[in-house]
């Protein structure tokens, strides 16, 4: 989705995770193998954990290794992005591109947003913090802040331009000063280089305060204190995780490109990665070969949570030699006896698709026989049908708020590694054991609030879960209070770890609440559960022992499927096996299937779990090219795609010919009319005294005839720079993500630019704007396109008018907008199907204010600007103030001017790069 040779990407893998390092270095050695040295994982390795020092350590580590690195490749970037893995791309690449060149210079760091002294309060930047074992602890309270300097601050998910980013890791006083202080500041990230750059002389004005991303924020869900307090000394928040059901409207493609989100924030498949194929589309939508090809199992996930790879790298609450036991005596119940279990490979978690309950592909080795095999196991956890007792569908009341139990999402759930944000299990599959910590979850239903009531925070009434034993005796009662959940969840935590002489079996748990206010609370349902032994004892007590677990893991586990995924000959040296990657199962297998065909398997083809792609290079290719379709269309000539030059020799002794004759032409041009560079106070509108003062600057305008003598030549020559000449083919709408693209072919300075313009659908338009001061040559290349036009009046007819104007107040509409008179010079259609199509002309008086509108999907049209645009002249754009059909060609009308380009026009800038683009090359 974000990957292209021509970028690079530095990926730190956190301290905690060696599974994921590995994964990582395999992908290295995959690019590499094909060529790519665009991709590192960074060797040096943190613990990067919310609101730690070490993210920012990371990020200057990072700055200061690539630029400067030895090797020269990494040194030449223009921006650092920060993306975790939880950030998808909502839009495509080359609307990223697009913007951040747009706005080259800038950094793009988010603001808090309100009051500054509330934002730095809610930090905890008034104390100290250090980063120790893993976890942010508070110190002491801060007693001293650096001199001269306004602290900021806001979101720390940054896109910082080079220079801002070279200016943080250098010896300049300031850099140094910041370095020193925040590492003792909780969440640094959000504040250094906000602080940085206003502090700065250099920088402060370099600030676009959108950061590109958007957060599923939910605040009343995602601000909680207890599920940080493991890693920080404080309160926080962090965003939701998108579900479909609620928040794909706030990624529409529409609603993005506005907002200039480019990148989102959380996506989690474990919770719903319907919003990840749905971004995966839309970032992808001008590379429709690189999006992977429906399939059966375009829906399905699979998360590792275990690989005998990296054995010690298992979520919090799972037990790696339990998992392997679990697995062991899970296949003995679909194997037969005398198979010997060797090892377990790995654990994955799948979910069929986004709503489906997970279940468990467990990946191990065994023998049988001589015959050395990997086989995988599908296992399910049994849904738990609980006892409902006659209080279930009553309604629970609690001041007047009333409730009822929820059961849509099942009865009680119990797991381990419970999201109190997300309201999910993390760690799976859910193995209690008699040492663990576990918590038991429900949903209620508010169902609304009786007369005389008031309406409450609280999602879920006082409740009491009373958890049985084995033997059904009452082993612990908890009571738990109201809860605020935007799903109506309620939860109670046990911690086993913390007691002693837990028995091992089924147990079972009783949720009880107050039914209509009465003083006892009456049994809503209980649910039944298992709990393993986590001893490792043997003898005739653990061979009891092994045979309750594993009537346990038949009742509550059950193996659906088992396949084949190799088979080998055994022989006595371990290592020596004559491997069968496609084995065909026979004797006691027969049944079994081959892995590789069954959807469910983690070997089954999977097309968007491929990277690199199997074609690697052509895909790359195709979006390296990309924003280069305009000169990769289908043309007569030959044209090399490596060095991007033609082989057309006489296309090439034309092309100087033509531009030496131009260059010429418009030196006259410019010089009879007076078209000199104007003066900074020229370059836009201006009133003096009520009335338009004309432009002013360069010498009297010579005669007419001298000017129209030049305007023929170069309308001669714009009539040769046809689509063929131009080596420029039809552009195909469905590559651009913009109303209309800029292509530029090439310039002299303060003579002439040359552009070619296209309109991505019919009815899209460029908006009314004028050239200051300069003439337009206008040649259709593919479609058709009408230009309607407007002239200036002369001078002492455009002053009566706006001194009419003024007396009624309306001269100036809005702040900075200016409303002039002009005239109508009606509409002209040109169309690219014709052989010697007519060019329009825009001088600088006639004609100058125009709008071109497609009249035809995809039409383009060459444009030709005798003076070029430089420092100090500038493009306006304007708005009828009446509609165009309530008047006729030479009727006056006013428009409102300005500066700024309409928030509803976006025009997308591609690279014409041929022999065209030699800018630096000059004709003599």
Same mark, same amino acid.
């Given at each position: 989705?974000?990957?292209?040779?021509?970028?690079?990407?530095?990926?730190?893998?956190?301290?905690?995770?060696?599974?994921?390092?590995?994964?990582?270095?395999?992908?290295?050695?995959?690019?590499?193998?094909?060529?790519?040295?665009?991709?590192?994982?960074?060797?040096?390795?943190?613990?990067?954990?919310?609101?730690?020092?070490?993210?920012?350590?990371?990020?200057?580590?990072?700055?200061?290794?690539?630029?400067?690195?030895?090797?020269?490749?990494?040194?030449?970037?223009?921006?650092?992005?920060?993306?975790?893995?939880?950030?998808?791309?909502?839009?495509?690449?080359?609307?990223?591109?697009?913007?951040?060149?747009?706005?080259?210079?800038?950094?793009?760091?988010?603001?808090?947003?309100?009051?500054?002294?509330?934002?730095?309060?809610?930090?905890?930047?008034?104390?100290?913090?250090?980063? =120790?074992?893993?976890?942010?602890?508070?110190?002491?309270?801060?007693?001293?802040?650096?001199?001269?300097?306004?602290?900021?601050?806001?979101?720390?998910?940054?896109?910082?331009?080079?220079?801002?980013?070279?200016?943080? /890791?250098?010896?300049?006083?300031?850099?140094?000063?910041?370095?020193?202080?925040?590492?003792?500041?909780?969440?640094?990230?959000?504040?250094?280089?906000?602080?940085?750059?206003?502090?700065?002389?250099?920088?402060?004005?370099?600030?676009?305060?959108?950061?590109?991303?958007?957060?599923?924020?939910?605040?009343?869900?995602? =601000?909680?204190?207890?599920?940080?307090?493991?890693?920080?000394?404080?309160?926080?928040?962090?965003?939701?995780?998108?579900?479909?059901?609620?928040?794909?409207?706030?990624?529409?493609?529409?609603?993005?490109?506005?907002?200039?989100?480019?990148?989102?924030?959380?996506?989690?498949?474990?919770?719903?990665?319907?919003?990840?194929?749905? /971004?995966?589309?839309?970032?992808?939508?001008?590379?429709?070969?690189?999006?992977?090809?429906?399939?059966?199992?375009?829906?399905?996930?699979?998360?590792?949570?275990?690989?005998?790879?990296?054995?010690?790298?298992?979520?919090?609450?799972?037990?790696?030699?339990?998992?392997?036991?679990?697995?062991?005596?899970?296949?003995?119940?679909?194997?037969?006896?005398?198979?010997?279990?060797?090892?377990?490979?790995?654990?994955?978690?799948?979910?069929?698709?986004?709503?489906?309950?997970?279940?468990?592909?467990?990946?191990?080795?065994?023998?049988?026989?001589?015959?050395?095999?990997?086989?995988?196991?599908?296992?399910?956890?049994?849904?738990?049908?609980?006892?409902?007792?006659?209080?279930?569908?009553?309604? /629970?009341?609690?001041?007047?708020?009333?409730?009822?139990?929820?059961?849509?999402?099942?009865?009680?759930?119990?797991?381990?590694?419970?999201?109190?944000?997300?309201?999910?299990?993390?760690?799976?599959?859910?193995?209690?054991?008699?040492?663990?910590?576990?918590?038991?979850?429900?949903?209620?239903?508010?169902?609304?609030?009786?007369?005389?009531?008031?309406?409450?925070?609280?999602?879920?009434?006082?409740?009491?879960?009373?958890?049985?034993?084995?033997?059904?005796?009452?082993?612990?009662?908890?009571?738990?209070?109201?809860?605020?959940?935007?799903?109506?969840?309620?939860?109670?935590?046990?911690?086993?770890?913390?007691?002693?002489?837990?028995?091992?079996?089924?147990?079972?748990?009783?949720?009880?609440?107050?039914?209509?206010?009465?003083?006892?609370?009456?049994?809503?349902?209980?649910?039944?559960?298992?709990?393993?032994?986590?001893?490792?004892?043997?003898?005739?007590?653990?061979?009891?022992?092994?045979?309750?677990?594993?009537?346990?893991?038949?009742?509550?586990?059950?193996?659906?499927? /088992? =396949?084949?995924?190799?088979?080998?000959?055994?022989?006595?040296?371990?290592?020596?096996?004559?491997?069968?990657?496609?084995?065909?199962?026979?004797?006691?297998?027969?049944?079994?299937?081959?892995?590789?065909?069954?959807?469910?398997?983690?070997?089954?083809?999977?097309?968007?779990?491929?990277?690199?792609?199997?074609?690697?290079?052509?895909?790359?290719?195709?979006?390296?090219?990309?924003?280069?379709?305009?000169?990769?269309?289908?043309?007569?000539?030959?044209v090399d795609l490596n060095n991007r030059r033609t082989t057309d020799k006489m296309g090439i002794i034309k092309w100087q010919k033509l531009m030496s004759d131009l260059t010429l032409s418009c030196s006259r041009l410019i010089s009879v009319e007076g078209l000199?560079?104007?003066?900074?106070?020229?370059?836009?509108?201006?009133?003096?005294?009520?009335?338009?003062?004309?432009?002013?600057?360069?010498?009297?305008?010579?005669?007419?005839?001298?000017?129209?003598k030049c305007v023929n030549e170069i309308r001669a020559i714009a009539t040769e720079l046809n689509a063929e000449r131009l080596r420029f083919g039809p552009i195909n709408p469905s590559a651009l993500w913009a109303s209309s693209f800029c292509a530029p072919v090439?310039?002299?300075?303060?003579?002439?630019?040359?552009?070619?313009?296209?309109?991505?659908?019919?009815?899209?338009?460029?908006?009314?704007?004028?050239?200051?001061?300069?003439?337009?040559?206008?040649?259709?290349?593919?479609?058709?396109?009408?230009?309607?036009?407007?002239?200036?009046?002369?001078?002492?007819?455009?002053?009566?008018?706006?001194?009419?104007?003024?007396?009624?107040?309306?001269?100036?509409?809005?702040?900075?907008?200016?409303?002039?008179?002009?005239?109508?010079?009606?509409?002209?259609?040109?169309?690219?199907?014709?052989?010697?199509?007519?060019?329009?002309?825009?001088?600088?008086?006639?004609?100058?204010?125009?709008?071109?509108?497609?009249?035809?999907?995809?039409?383009?049209?060459?444009?030709?600007?005798?003076?070029?645009?430089?420092?100090?002249?500038?493009?306006?754009?304007?708005?009828?103030?009446?509609?165009?059909?309530?008047?006729?060609?030479?009727?006056?009308?006013?428009?409102?001017?300005?500066?700024?380009?309409?928030?509803?026009?976006?025009?997308?800038?591609?690279?014409?790069?041929?022999?065209?683009?030699?800018?630096?090359?000059?004709?003599?």
């Amino acid at each position: 989705m974000i990957f292209v040779s021509r970028h690079l990407y530095y990926v730190h893998v956190d301290g905690r995770h060696e599974f994921m390092l590995k994964e990582m270095l395999t992908v290295e050695r995959a690019l590499e193998a094909k060529g790519f040295s665009n991709f590192r994982v960074a060797k040096r390795r943190m613990a990067t954990i919310w609101g730690g020092s070490a993210l920012l350590d990371l990020f200057l580590w990072t700055v200061a290794e690539t630029v400067g690195g030895p090797d020269p490749k990494w040194t030449q970037w223009d921006y650092v992005v920060n993306l975790s893995e939880t950030d998808m791309p909502i839009l495509s690449l080359e609307e990223l591109e697009h913007n951040l060149d747009r706005n080259r210079g800038f950094s793009f760091l988010k603001s808090h947003g309100y009051n500054t002294g509330t934002f730095l309060q809610k930090q905890g930047i008034h104390f100290h913090f250090m980063q =120790c074992e893993q976890r942010m602890w508070r110190v002491a309270e801060r007693r001293n802040y650096p001199d001269n300097i306004r602290l900021d601050g806001g979101s720390d998910w940054v896109a910082v331009h080079r220079d801002l980013a070279r200016f943080a /890791v250098s010896d300049s006083v300031l850099s140094s000063q910041m370095r020193i202080f925040f590492p003792s500041v909780l969440l640094p990230l959000e504040s250094f280089f906000h602080t940085l750059a206003l502090n700065s002389a250099e920088f402060c004005q370099r600030i676009v305060r959108p950061n590109l991303r958007f957060t599923n924020w939910r605040r009343r869900q995602g =601000c909680r204190c207890a599920p940080l307090k493991p890693v920080v000394d404080w309160c926080g928040c962090s965003p939701l995780a998108l579900r479909a059901a609620n928040d794909l409207g706030k990624i529409a493609l529409n609603l993005s490109q506005a907002k200039m989100h480019f990148f989102g924030r959380k996506f989690d498949s474990a919770i719903d990665n319907v919003p990840i194929a749905f /971004v995966e589309r839309q970032s992808l939508r001008f590379r429709s070969n690189n999006t992977p090809a429906e399939s059966g199992v375009s829906s399905s996930h699979w998360l590792n949570v275990f690989s005998s790879r990296a054995p010690s790298d298992v979520p919090s609450g799972i037990n790696a030699a339990f998992l392997t036991r679990f697995t062991s005596l899970a296949a003995r119940l679909v194997l037969p006896n005398n198979c010997n279990f060797q090892q377990l490979n790995a654990v994955h978690i799948y979910w069929e698709f986004a709503t489906a309950p997970p279940q468990i592909v467990a990946t191990f080795s065994f023998e049988f026989g001589h015959v050395h095999y990997e086989s995988q196991a599908l296992i399910d956890q049994k849904k738990s049908f609980p006892t409902f007792y006659p209080a279930y569908r009553s309604e /629970v009341i609690h001041e007047k708020v009333r409730f009822r139990f929820n059961d849509t999402a099942g009865a009680i759930q119990f797991g381990v590694g419970f999201d109190q944000k997300e309201e999910i299990f993390r760690t799976y599959p859910p193995l209690l054991l008699t040492d663990s910590k576990f918590t038991l979850k429900w949903r209620w239903e508010l169902l609304g609030v009786e007369p005389g009531g008031h309406s409450s925070t609280w999602t879920s009434p006082p409740a009491e879960l009373v958890l049985h034993g084995p033997n059904g005796s009452i082993f612990q009662r908890v009571s738990v209070s109201p809860y605020d959940s935007i799903s109506g969840t309620q939860f109670a935590h046990f911690e086993f770890d913390r007691l002693f002489g837990v028995p091992s079996g089924v147990w079972s748990a009783t949720l009880h609440a107050n039914i209509s206010q009465q003083q006892n609370y009456a049994k809503i349902l209980s649910v039944s559960f298992p709990i393993f032994s986590s001893s490792v004892d043997g003898g005739r007590a653990w061979n009891d022992e092994l045979q309750q677990q594993q009537q346990m893991i038949a009742d509550f586990f059950p193996v659906r499927d /088992v =396949c084949i995924a190799t088979k080998s000959a055994a022989s006595p040296a371990a290592n020596d096996r004559r491997t069968d990657n496609a084995p065909t199962a026979v004797g006691p297998f027969s049944n079994f299937a081959n892995c590789s065909k069954l959807p469910w398997s983690t070997l089954f083809p999977d097309d968007k779990s491929v990277f690199p792609p199997a074609a690697g290079q052509q895909r790359v290719k195709s979006i390296l090219l990309l924003r280069e379709l305009v000169l990769m269309a289908s043309s007569p000539h030959s044209v090399d795609l490596n060095n991007r030059r033609t082989t057309d020799k006489m296309g090439i002794i034309k092309w100087q010919k033509l531009m030496s004759d131009l260059t010429l032409s418009c030196s006259r041009l410019i010089s009879v009319e007076g078209l000199g560079p104007p003066t900074a106070a020229s370059s836009s509108i201006q009133l003096n005294g009520g009335g338009r003062i004309r432009p002013k600057g360069g010498p009297p305008p010579s005669p007419e005839a001298d000017a129209h003598k030049c305007v023929n030549e170069i309308r001669a020559i714009a009539t040769e720079l046809n689509a063929e000449r131009l080596r420029f083919g039809p552009i195909n709408p469905s590559a651009l993500w913009a109303s209309s693209f800029c292509a530029p072919v090439y310039e002299q300075k303060d003579l002439f630019e040359m552009h070619v313009f296209g309109l991505r659908f019919s009815g899209h338009s460029i908006p009314l704007h004028d050239h200051p001061r300069m003439y337009g040559f206008i040649r259709p290349l593919y479609g058709r396109i009408r230009i309607s036009s407007f002239s200036w009046l002369e001078p002492e007819e455009e002053q009566r008018l706006m001194i009419a104007e003024r007396k009624q107040s309306r001269t100036q509409s809005a702040a900075g907008v200016i409303r002039r008179p002009v005239r109508y010079a009606g509409d002209l259609i040109l169309d690219g199907a014709c052989t010697n199509p007519p060019i329009a002309v825009v001088e600088p008086n006639t004609a100058n204010i125009h709008s071109i509108e497609a009249l035809e999907d995809g039409a383009a049209f060459f444009d030709l600007l005798v003076p070029g645009y430089n420092n100090n002249r500038s493009c306006n754009y304007y708005n009828l103030s009446e509609d165009k059909a309530k008047f006729g060609i030479g009727d006056f009308v006013w428009l409102e001017g300005s500066e700024d380009v309409p928030q509803n026009f976006s025009m997308q800038q591609l690279e014409f790069d041929s022999f065209l683009m030699s800018s630096s090359a000059r004709f003599e």
